[in-house]
């Protein structure tokens, strides 16, 4: 990303982050090109992404991805790389986009073991990093379960293990 500012706004900036003197605040028409700005000191908050190295989630196409971040920038937004991904992945987020490492928005219980499940149970169930409603259709002889999505037709059900499952409260 690219952003041009005027030198004589950019300076006060640079000032106050040890980045430059009181002399190089003199006018000029000069323009030049910031890729990035680090902040690298202050006190940083509990909050995800307030520091360099920090391991987050980021939202992407509406799923959450393992990510650290690379840069702070000034206003607020961070630089990230998600984890596992190359460089040409790597992009700035807003804090709407970040969420600590495991906080997950699941609906409902885990279901620990398949005995806590029937036949027309109703369950959320994971897919694409989304949750949907559904019910229990049957439990497979290797402690799978096949579901039923509620509102789809019978070429969405399918079988899934117990961690893309939530018991309906």
Known sequence: ???YVPLTAFIPFLIACGGASESAA???TRTVVVERVVVE???PDDSPGSSVGDRLEVEYG???YPATVEAVLA??????SYDGYGQAWNEIVGPARMRPRGESTAPGDPVPTVSRLAKGSSVFVEWG?????GRVRAITPDKRVEIAYDGYDDGWNETVGLARLRVAN
């Open 129 to 133: 990093g989304h949750w949907y409603p």
């Open 62 to 64: 509406g799923s959450w």
């Open 41 to 43: 000191h202050g006190t």
């Open 75 to 80: 206003d607020g937004r961070v630089e990230i």
């Open 1 to 3: 990303m690219r952003c």
């Open 26 to 28: 003199r006018p000029t």
